[in-house]
């Protein structure tokens, strides 16, 4: 059965660091390009960053860049967003999703969202004092 689990989530106070995890089981992620996504309260799915499986190339959406980062470990079959000095406006659902099988290797980040096949069940960020 083809699973992400999410997890690392939970409250943090402004300014402070969170680190999300992405496992995958019944099947490899290095296969799929991963990417991190989040929806706030009233408001629409955000594509937050994204690591190809070629060249493990990233992509992240310009609020987060400097802030947050992406990685892979294979080993473990896992994708991570370390996200450092983190604000209010971060709170959210984080998800995390696999895709680009249709698309060729080496394809332009960020990947178009309907090009994502599986996604995890989502967790929940808070950033508040």
């Known amino acids: 059965q083809v699973q992400l689990v999410e997890s690392g989530g939970g409250l943090v106070q402004p300014g402070g660091s969170l680190r999300l995890s992405c496992v995958g089981s019944?099947?490899?992620?290095?296969?799929?390009?991963i990417g991190w996504f989040r929806q706030a309260p009233g408001k629409e799915l955000e594509g937050v960053s994204c690591?190809?499986?070629?060249?493990?190339?990233?992509y992240y959406r310009d609020s987060v860049k400097g802030r947050f980062t992406i990685s892979r470990d294979n080993a473990k079959n896992a994708v991570y967003l370390q996200m450092n000095s983190l604000k209010a406006e971060d709170t959210a659902v984080y998800y995390c999703a696999a895709g680009g099988t249709h698309v060729d290797y080496g394809s332009p980040l960020p990947l178009p969202l309907h090009e994502y096949d599986y996604w995890g069940q989502g967790i929940q960020v808070t950033v508040s004092s």
């Open positions: 019944g099947f490899y992620l290095s296969y799929y390009i």
């Open positions: 690591i190809s499986r070629s060249d493990n190339s990233t």
